[in-house]
């Protein structure tokens, strides 16, 4: 069974930071690029950042980039994602998954990242 475990949202002010961490089933995560996602209320989820399976490619949304850092360790079958210089218009939930998406793969419980202003 497929599971995505996101962790490590919070509240915080703005200009401070987070680190988000998801753990993947090694069946998925060993062989896909992988992204996080948010969906701010009333909005669709959006692709924030992906890196692909060896590391090697990034890919930064412009409204994160110079923010945010994406990683992962292979070994564990763990995505992260480091936010700093957060603002209030970062605040969503936060959901990783592969990238591209896969039809029918579900998603995470996500976690919540409320920044204030």
């Known amino acids: 069974q497929v599971q995505l475990v996101e962790s490590g949202g919070g509240l915080v002010q703005a200009g401070g930071s987070l680190r988000l961490s998801c753990a993947a089933s090694?069946?998925?995560?060993?062989?896909?690029?992988m992204g996080w996602y948010r969906q701010a209320p009333g909005k669709e989820r959006e692709l924030v950042t992906f890196?692909?399976?060896?590391?090697?490619?990034?890919n930064y949304a412009d409204s994160v980039k110079g923010r945010f850092t994406i990683s992962r360790d292979n070994t564990k079958n763990t995505l992260y994602l480091q936010m700093n210089s957060l603002k209030p218009e970062d605040t969503a939930v936060y959901y990783c998954?592969?990238?591209?998406?896969?039809?029918?793969?579900?998603w995470g419980q996500g976690t919540q990242v409320t920044v204030s202003s």
């Open positions: 998954n592969v990238f591209p998406l896969i039809r029918g793969l579900a």
């Open positions: 090694r069946s998925i995560f060993s062989i896909n690029a």
């Open positions: 890196i692909s399976r060896d590391g090697r490619g990034i």
